[in-house]
């Protein structure tokens, strides 16, 4: 069974940074696509940022292009969020997901078979 499980989220005052991180681990697995999803209170799930594991291409929504960066460890099945520049608006529960091969648009949930339990960011001062 594959696991997916974030670390890094915490309290930041706007401005400030954060990192997120995301292993994937379990059986073998070879990975396709690992991102991020968000979501606040009283929203719907929203899609950050995702990165295809071979090529490195990186898809990012429109609020965090700019301020937000994807990275990954392939030696270690580990997606990077780092998030600069954080505002309120940025404050939700993050999920990492992961996907072993490609099942739709970067952008949507139902592309990625794995997530994780999610952190929760809190951007406040």
């Known amino acids: 069974q594959v696991q997916v499980k974030e670390s890094g989220g915490g309290l930041v005052q706007p401005g400030g940074s954060l990192r997120l991180s995301c292993a994937a681990s379990g059986r073998t697995f070879s990975v396709y696509a690992m991102g991020w999803f968000r979501q606040a209170p009283g929203n719907e799930r929203e899609f950050v940022s995702a990165i295809r594991w071979s090529t490195g291409y990186t898809y990012y929504t429109e609020s965090v292009k700019g301020r937000f960066t994807i990275s990954r460890d392939v030696a270690k099945n580990t997606v990077y969020l780092q998030m600069n520049s954080l505002q309120p608006e940025d404050t939700a529960v993050y999920y990492c997901?992961?996907?072993?091969?490609?099942?739709?648009?970067?952008?949507?949930?139902?592309?990625?078979?794995?997530w994780g339990q999610g952190t929760q960011v809190t951007v406040s001062s």
């Open positions: 997901v992961a996907t072993p091969g490609y099942s739709g648009p970067y952008s949507y949930g139902s592309s990625y078979e794995y």
